[in-house]
């Protein structure tokens, strides 16, 4: 992805990869309540997938659209797509999605392994704190898609561009890139959810983090 993909200036482009990671974590850090899920099927994330769309990312956002018109033909799509999260990041096993680095990345699928820890001490270093009702390990998926919602609007201020970018690459390559794919393989895979939503959100997640690890490369020596 070239950089005017995004927008040429920085500021406004880590803005809104701010705000897009924000979202991705919102969507992963727990069920969806009936009134955020009503705004989807309303047309209030339109908006959203136009973005992801200009992005060149058209065929995973029409995969959300297609999911929010299902959601307007079933009244209890509430309940069912909360069951959907349920069934996919909730139930523990080796053949199930969790969305922890941790149970992919460490050997027999365990929790509160290093990745765990190394994220804990991340988040001390960068003097940020988890939301004290987020019971999870410090590796969760929305944890680490959070802490670079608030990196990439920090960033958006910073002198040194090329540095940050490269650090917020460095961070992908690190937390995400390792294991996000196979994760996504796995939530795919499961052919039991009565939506589609969180399959399609997450093809959606992967396509973006190759597309924006792509564009904080381009700022990399002789670019």
Sequence with gaps: MKRASFDPDWGAACQMRS??????????????????????RDGGADHVLAVFTALGLGRQADAMAAVFKAWGEHADAPLENAADFATLFLLEGRAAP??????????RGQLYGEPARAMRAFLVSSQLQLDAQFKEPEDHLAVILEVLARWSRECGRT???????????????????????????????????????????????????????????SFGVGD
């Design 159 to 217: 002198d040194d561009v090329a540095a940050c970018a490269a650090d917020q690459a460095a961070y992908l390559d690190a937390s995400l890139m390792p294991w996000v794919a196979h994760w996504h393989g796995l939530v795919d895979a499961v052919d039991t959810l009565t939506f589609r939503f969180y399959p399609a959100v997450a093809a959606l997640l992967v396509a973006f983090l190759h597309l924006d690890r792509d564009y904080l490369r």
């Design 19 to 40: 705000q897009l990671y924000g979202w991705f974590a919102t969507v992963f850090a727990r069920e969806m309540e009936p009134a955020a899920l009503a705004l989807c």
């Design 98 to 107: 969790i969305p922890y680095a941790s149970h992919y990345l460490e050997g």
